[in-house]
């Protein structure tokens, strides 16, 4: 694969925050995608960065480091409806510049 | 109407049958995917297109073939289908520039029996 990484699972409670983390390797790095995907449903997009640093959207933030190969999507002030999957995308030149997709991380929000 | 349309959205069918699975998209992308997913293992590429005439295989192509029937159109076929071959399959578009990421249709759960 493309060594992308992140956490396997995470629970957190209603109202508070979540970081979920990915890192993947730097070579020929264009770009990271955060997906959301709900049990048996399609993903959804959430975020892109190409650049350096934090992208803001409402209750959800993306954060960059290009030199670190490191990401992280800040999920806040966190609601039932955000209890899914996570997944971080990256494109990869040496993956002929398609999406090249992690495992996925699982939240669950508890009341 | 969704961008991108998948069906059938479920099937069973019993191993050793063949089964086509259909994808049409109405955003005017060159690019389209299929993928799979199973439980603990994220998305894994079948096959990708990049336009009309252009078929490549993904990480796990075989006891599959796909068919890129005009720019809209991409069908995914198993032959001869397994029961590990039971699994969740998305379709996905994209333009080239890859801005907006890939676009999903609501998946096809298939169940081989």
């Known amino acids: 694969g493309q060594n992308i990484d992140q956490p396997t699972e995470m629970t957190a409670t209603e109202g508070a925050i979540v970081q979920i983390n990915c890192t993947y390797q730097t070579s020929g790095f264009n770009g990271l995608f955060w997906y959301q995907q709900h049990a048996g449903e399609a993903p959804t997009f959430l975020s892109y960065n190409v650049l350096d640093g934090l992208e803001e959207k409402g209750r959800f933030s993306s954060f960059l480091s290009r030199s670190k190969g490191y990401s992280y999507l800040l999920l806040k002030e966190l609601q039932m409806k955000d209890s899914a999957s996570y997944l971080c995308a990256v494109i990869l030149r040496s993956n002929d510049y398609k999406l090249s997709f992690g495992a996925g991380t699982t939240v669950t929000v508890r009341a | 109407d969704a961008d991108v349309t998948q069906t059938p959205r479920n099937r069973i069918t019993k191993t050793g049958k063949r089964i086509m699975l259909e994808c049409s998209q109405t955003?005017?992308?060159?690019?389209m995917y299929w993928y799979r997913q199973d439980p603990g293992l994220g998305l894994r590429l079948i096959y990708y297109s990049f336009d009309v005439k252009d078929i490549n295989k993904g990480e796990i192509s075989d006891g599959y073939s796909v068919s890129r029937q005009a720019q809209a159109k991409f069908s995914l076929s198993l032959e001869s289908a397994i029961p590990n071959q039971t699994a969740l399959y998305f379709c996905?578009?994209?333009?080239?520039?890859?801005?907006?990421?890939?676009?999903f249709g609501s998946g096809t759960r298939l169940t081989v029996v």
């Open positions: 996905a578009t994209s333009d080239s520039t890859l801005n907006y990421g890939y676009t």
């Open positions: 955003k005017g992308h060159d690019r």
